[in-house]
């Protein structure tokens, strides 16, 4: 099946520092889901792009559709220690989605 | 309030045994989905259901078994055939319709800890 792959595997910031995260894959594809898990809960979903570079925003959030449509980040500015969690890539494909392995943030106060 | 529930959300049982975990979504969505996450890892589909009575095996499907006779269900069973049952399982459920977002929404979790 199709392969995301996110980078970094994790991330070790102080409270108020910008992070960035990534997600390419080797396919084309034409929706970008972020999602933030936070520990013992159900990923949430942050922000759905559609259309290759667009760039949205949601609070501190950022992210955007690369215009090759291979790949997208996520930027989150001003980190505040409720950042902590796993985010994750997903990418839409007829009925099922698939998922990167998630990049766990820890937000040091 | 419309959502989905996963219950209960600590589950233990001992080896040998088949458990059901119980997925209920009351969001009218046509799609539900199961996923296994093990600690550091990702989320890996297990089955999921576009329509009632009708469901595909995800990525890792042995050991597990669905029914969908009712849209607002999907519950899963972990059989003892599942070699290594332990994990946290995620059931999530989609809009299928073709002008929705596709975004899925998950439910809080149950963990399954077999002794």
């Known amino acids: 099946g199709q392969q995301l792959n996110q980078s970094p595997q994790s991330m070790f910031i102080q409270e108020g520092e910008d992070v960035s995260m990534n997600c390419t894959s080797s396919s084309i594809f034409n929706t970008w889901l972020w999602y933030k898990q936070d520990p013992g809960e159900g990923p949430v979903l942050l922000i759905a792009?559609?259309?290759?570079?667009e760039l949205t925003s949601n609070g501190r959030l950022t992210a955007q559709f690369g215009i090759t449509r291979k790949d997208s980040f996520l930027n989150i500015s001003a980190s505040i220690p409720s950042d902590v969690g796993i985010y994750f890539c997903a990418s839409k494909d007829a009925g099922k989605s698939t998922f990167g392995d998630g990049t766990t943030l820890t937000v040091k106060p | 309030d419309g959502g989905i529930t996963q219950s209960p959300k600590y589950l233990f049982r001992k080896e040998g045994q088949n458990v059901t975990l119980s997925c209920e979504q009351n969001?009218?969505?046509?799609?539900m989905y199961w996923y296994r996450q093990d600690p550091g890892q990702g989320l890996r589909l297990i089955y999921y259901s576009q329509i009632v009575n009708d469901f595909q095996k995800g990525d890792i499907a042995e050991g597990y078994s669905v029914s969908r006779e009712k849209k607002e269900s999907f519950p899963l069973t972990v059989t003892s055939a599942q070699k290594n049952p332990t994990a946290f399982y995620l059931c999530?459920?989609?809009?299928?319709?073709?002008?929705?977002?596709?975004?899925?929404?998950f439910g809080p979790g149950t963990r399954l800890t077999v002794l």
């Open positions: 969001l009218n969505h046509d799609a």
């Open positions: 999530a459920s989609k809009d299928g319709a073709s002008g929705s977002a596709g975004e899925q929404f």
């Open positions: 792009l559609y259309k290759a570079g």
